[in-house]
């Protein structure tokens, strides 16, 4: 099955090469926290919007988006248009409130208004869902490129997340965000090239595509209120708008990115520029779901025939058999763009939310010098590196498909974190114990719907109740109302 060629891996080898060259280059000049955290809030906000679109697209994003449409068509693709309010909320309402004292975390926000404690929560759950996330961006693109390139699942892992860990314990920030860049540039040109080289191989081509997809009732989308249907209208406007929420004004990946623009003007603009980058970028992606549909519908249907074993891994597999030599060793080296930005993003807002949230915060020893302090984060870049990996290798089974895996992780921890900041941004009355309590009744609500929906309860698996997209929803909502009954008394603001 795999065509992957010597110009094929020379092509894949240099695009890993000049990741970890662009790393090292970034590494001059970093003498600070400041530099190696938010790369001396100076930069411009094109590279910054850029950045942040870049490291919120995953590996399991590149196969994801298309499997989910290829296999359920575009319905979930409709979850574009909540950006269109989870961005200005962020923008104007959210974003000042972590510039106003000029954070490095988004979590000191939360001892400001609240606590210590509630601060050290918030960023110990951002730390373990983020530890997670990045075990499954990495192990995930790795297991699909193993079924259909044969390459070991271990030489990929340990590809990824060596190289990676390397190139962001050097670099910091600006390694971050420059090959943020790069990887963004390749994995949408790769995906470009994909609907390109599948369209002239499909009868009437992207008029082809467009009819398969309307007369097989790909485009339909529900609006029924049930909240037990995997998606429907009121899912991808309401619940997708809490769940980009989760990861737009909660998650120190994007919080740390805002704070690395010269102001708040600058990180606002930001924003705005990632969200019409956002509409081709995801268009695209899920376009591209309708376009192998049609191109396999001609062509015969892989997963029926038992060529791959999940529907995530159609993309690959359409790479490896279907694009002439050297374009393979491209496209797969644009899923290893979307999984490295994901784990450098992530490695380094771990760091940050553990040098500066625990270690500083909760330190009493002498003062360490600038150049001690990075030397010091960098370490723990590294460690955290070593423990992504780890956590890849031990994920053996992932429930469901990866669009509901990683979601479903996203809610589970974010819902409650999303409600943490709400109750601390836009109410008087939530106090510390409110806040503490209210996070701790939506994650074990949360947690506790997920097993019981799982089968972990009974014999046998249970009718669903609530679909994963609105777990970050009632999180949030649970975290809010228990947080408000729970607050004695009005606080000042």
């Known amino acids: 099955m795999t065509r992957f060629s010597w110009l094929d891996y020379t092509i894949f080898g240099a695009y890993l090469a ?29 590279v910054v919007g850029m950045s942040i679109l870049a490291a919120l697209f995953s590996g399991i994003s590149y196969l994801a988006g298309p499997a989910e449409v290829y296999k359920n068509g575009f319905a979930f693709g409709y979850v574009i248009i909540a950006f269109f309010i989870a961005t200005p909320f962020t923008t104007l309402w ?72 390397v ?22 040109g790769g995906q470009l090239l994909i609907v390109i080289v599948a369209l002239g191989k499909i009868p009437g081509g992207l008029g082809g595509v467009w009819d398969t997809a309307v007369a097989d009732g790909r485009f339909n989308l ?6 037990a249907e995997r998606v429907n209208f009121w899912a991808v406007l309401v619940a997708a708008s809490f769940l980009h929420l989760v990861q ?25 520029i990632k969200l019409w980058l956002v509409l081709p970028v995801l268009a695209l992606f899920y376009g591209t779901g309708l376009v192998l549909y049609a191109f396999y519908k001609t062509h015969g249907d892989p997963l029926a025939a ?12 359409f790479v490896v058999t279907q694009l002439p030599a050297g ?22 807002s771990l760091a940050s939310a553990t040098v500066i949230d625990f270690k500083q915060r909760l330190s009493h020893g002498p003062e360490r010098t600038a150049l001690q302090q990075v030397a010091n984060a960098r370490w723990i870049t590294v460690g955290y590196g070593v423990l992504v990996i780890l956590l890849a290798f031990s994920v053996a089974k992932m429930p469901g498909n990866l669009v509901e895996s990683v979601n479903t992780v996203i809610g589970l921890i974010g819902g409650p974190l999303l409600g943490l900041f709400f109750l601390g941004m836009f109410t008087t009355r939530a106090t510390a114990r409110g806040a ?56 000042p603001r």
């Not at 529900?222 to 909240?227: G, H, I, K, M």
């Not at 393979?328 to 380094?348: D, E, K, Q, R, V």
């Open 18 to 46: 000049a990741s970890v060259g662009i790393g090292l280059a970034s590494a001059r000049g970093t003498k600070s926290l400041g530099d190696y955290f938010l790369a001396g809030r100076g930069m411009g906000s094109v």
């Open 436 to 491: 503490l309590l209210g996070c701790l009744a939506g994650f074990v609500s949360l947690v506790t719907l997920y097993l019981y929906q799982t089968g972990a309860f009974t014999a046998q698996k249970p009718a669903m109740l609530v679909s994963f997209i609105w777990f970050s929803f009632f999180g949030c909502v649970i975290t809010m109302g228990v947080g408000l009954l729970t607050s004695g008394r009005s606080v």
């Open 306 to 317: 038992g060529l791959i074993q999940k529907e995530d891994q159609i993309l690959p597999f």
């Open 248 to 272: 737009m004004a909660t998650d120190q990946v994007s919080v740390q990115r805002y704070l690395t623009a010269g102001s708040l003007k600058e990180s606002q603009r930001s924003l705005w």
């Open 167 to 188: 190139y962001t314990a050097c670099g910091g920030m600006r390694a971050v965000i420059w090959t943020d860049v790069m990887q963004l540039l390749v994995l949408f």
């Open 94 to 165: 959210m974003l000042p409130k972590f510039y106003q004292s000029r954070f490095f975390t988004a979590y000191q926000f939360l001892e400001e208004r609240f606590s210590l404690p509630v601060r050290l929560l918030a960023s110990g759950l951002f730390i373990v869902r983020v530890s997670l996330w990045l075990a499954a961006a990495t192990y995930a693109p790795a297991l699909a490129l193993e079924k259909v390139t044969g390459l070991p699942l271990s030489v990929t892992i340990l590809a990824s997340g060596i190289l990676t860990t």
């Open 327 to 348: 374009l393979p060793g491209l496209l797969i080296a644009a899923i290893y763009a979307a999984s490295m930005s994901t784990i450098s993003a992530g490695l380094n």
């Open 222 to 227: 529900s609006f029924s209120f049930s909240l």
